[in-house]
């Protein structure tokens, strides 16, 4: 501690340290909070709990019914560009409350992309794990079908699958579950052959316990906050397909709705009434910033290896 | 190299092989192609007959094997629309595809790579954060909210450009710009973490300590290394623009083979859908076999067969 009460230093936290004599520097606490929770990631986190909210409640919350038209009330502009509080953010061309197809919408897509991650994130897992215990020709044929996958445009595939097998939500759901299951098998795979090598799972196996009880109630809750963080990745990425496929009128059908089918739906205003599309899209692009943020953050916080 | 070339050959034609193999088995998925073409209420001969005509009477791997000949022999079958083959149907609309995805490809690249190593140079500056502010977009806002925006300013608002359509080359403008700065975007972000991975290294450590100038280090050390993982990434930049010229041409109403993939899909016209399917399938495995030979050629390590102890 001799070079602490030097003279020489001029570093503000060195000469915090000569006063106190401790090896810690003084911090605020608001400036401790800040570190640990940047500002954008409270914006991204107030941004996902507000959407979560509305996934829950949707129907509970919406002026009107999303789907009744309402031909007298055609086109109505938002609040601010005009319009009055009866229908805040505007109406369609058939005079639908865009606030509650908004509302919907969010609903709508957030599902499909929890489910469609979900369903993922088993399969990634089920064929990595699977490599990983089998390893020889099994694992090679699974390694095959996770180049397959990585080479194909996914947005092609599901393309050809709607255009062979028709569409309906729960079809399209399992469809959207086949994206990015190759990234997930592939971390998973390799942190599973980690893993077996580490003494507990060699100790459980010697212990006599089966593969599923080696890899389900050992290896996998050990590894699970790399498999978390890539699912949180893999979210946003399933927002923006499911969007895009909706978009183009391949995907979620009247008269149900989502995000993307409503810009879909709104491009053919884009002149008189542009309004309709710019709403849902400014919630596609928040909501998927906002969980992106929040992804490299859980990364940067339970994983430092995946940077 | 040349075991390197083969080996790479070796696995592209597998991967073509799967490729291949998929449309297959999503053709079969969809059921009786029988029931589908004549409807339910076709007489019970004319089934027959159709069963016969299209070899569905014959086992599986019997068609299996036909269908990879008809592939090679270029017999894809024909548009339900206007009865010519898929292949033309498909192949006259591919350079109108290529005159958007070649200059946003270029445009990607012009713009990304020099925007990701200048944010590395300057890493934690205020330029750098700037430009990796921007480039987050690329990630979070989907093309076709990037293409309506631009459609939105420029075509509706300020009027300097056709919103769609494909009669001047100021139809292109838009299409390409929507493609060219997503992709731009996503290059910046690889290019930026691939040269700061590699300025981390000791040799770039060595190269500055013995008095090497920092463009030297720079040009000579960092560049080449920090090539390798950004070539995977331009590999896969290609996907994205095929996925991204579907969306766009539709948003623009570009004719390319994006916009006959929506089409066909809507009318459920199989055969185009595959043929377009298998187009970009040989698309995906040249550029990636593109991709893996560059690296050969880059990376004088990857020619050299591994030995066993990994070294």
Do not use: C
């Amino acid at each position: 501690m001799t070079d602490a009460t030097s003279p020489a230093r001029r570093d503000p936290e060195d000469a915090d340290r000569a006063r106190t004599g401790s090896v810690f520097t003084t911090k605020s606490r608001a400036a401790a909070f800040f570190e640990r929770f940047p500002p954008a990631v409270l914006l991204a986190l107030a941004w996902v709990a507000m959407t979560l909210v509305v996934v829950a409640i949707a129907p509970l919350i919406t002026p009107y019914d999303f789907k009744v038209m309402d031909l007298r009330a055609r086109l109505m502009p938002p609040v601010f560009a005009g319009g009055d509080w009866a229908h805040p953010l505007g109406t369609d061309e058939l005079g639908r409350d865009v606030l509650s197809r908004l509302l919907i919408s969010v609903r709508v897509s957030l599902v499909i992309a929890f489910l469609s991650t979900l369903i993922a994130a088993t399969l990634g897992v089920a064929l990595g794990f699977l490599a990983a215990w089998a390893r020889g020709r099994t694992e090679q044929v699974i390694l095959m079908l996770i180049d397959a996958q990585a080479a194909m445009p996914f947005m092609i595939l599901a393309l050809a699958v709607l255009a062979f097998l028709g569409n309906s939500l729960a079809l399209f759901t399992l469809l959207l579950g086949f994206y990015g299951w190759e990234r997930i098998a592939r971390i998973a795979r390799g942190l599973a052959i980690a893993a077996s090598e580490q003494g507990y799972a060699t100790a459980v196996r010697d212990l006599g316990a089966s593969p599923w009880r080696i890899y389900g109630r050992h290896i996998l809750p050990n590894i699970a906050s790399t498999l978390i963080v890539s699912m949180t990745l893999n979210f946003p990425e399933v927002i923006l397909l499911e969007s895009g496929l909706s978009f183009l009128g391949l995907g979620v059908q009247p008269p149900l709705t989502s995000l993307g089918s409503m810009v879909g739906y709104g491009r053919d205003y884009i002149q008189s009434a542009a309004w309709i599309m710019l709403a849902p899209a400014a919630a596609i692009v928040a909501t998927t910033l906002s969980i992106s943020i929040i992804g490299d953050w859980l990364r940067d916080l339970l994983d430092p290896t995946l940077r | 190299m040349l075991g390197y070339t083969l080996s790479r050959l070796g696995r592209a034609a597998v991967t073509l092989i799967i490729v291949v193999s998929l449309a297959f088995v999503i053709l079969r998925l969809t059921g009786d192609p029988g029931q589908i073409m004549l409807g339910p209420d076709a007489p019970p001969s004319a089934y027959a007959a159709f069963r016969r005509n299209w070899g569905l009477d014959q086992p599986i791997w019997v068609q299996y094997l036909k269908y990879f000949a008809a592939i090679f022999e270029g017999d894809l079958g024909r548009s339900m629309r206007d009865g010519r083959p898929a292949l033309e149907v498909v192949m006259e609309r591919a350079p109108i595809t290529l005159a958007i995805t070649g200059p946003a490809f270029l445009m990607n690249l012009m713009i990304g790579l020099p925007a990701g190593i200048i944010a590395a140079l300057h890493r934690n500056t205020a330029l750098d954060r700037a430009i990796m502010t921007v480039s987050v977009l690329g990630f979070t806002v989907p093309s076709f909210v990037m293409g309506l925006t631009l459609a939105l300013i420029f075509a509706v608002q300020l009027r300097w450009l056709p919103s769609g359509g494909s009669d001047t080359w100021a139809h292109a403008v838009l299409p390409i710009a929507t493609m060219g700065l997503i992709g731009a975007a996503v290059i910046a972000r690889f290019t930026r973490s691939a040269m700061l991975e590699v300025m981390g290294q000791p040799y770039i450590r060595t190269a500055s300590a013995k008095g090497l100038p920092w463009r030297e280090v720079v040009v000579t050390h960092a560049l080449p290394n920090a090539a390798i993982p950004t070539l995977t990434i331009i590999g896969f930049m290609v996907g994205s623009l095929v996925a991204g010229a579907v969306v766009v041409e539709s948003i623009f109403s570009w004719p390319g083979v994006g916009r006959l993939l929506v089409t066909a899909v809507a009318n459920r016209d199989l055969a185009v859908v595959q043929v377009i399917l298998l187009a970009i399938g040989f698309t995906m495995v040249a550029a990636n076999l593109a991709v893996d030979l560059a690296y050969g050629w880059i990376d004088p390590r990857l020619r050299l067969k591994p030995t066993p102890t990994g070294a």
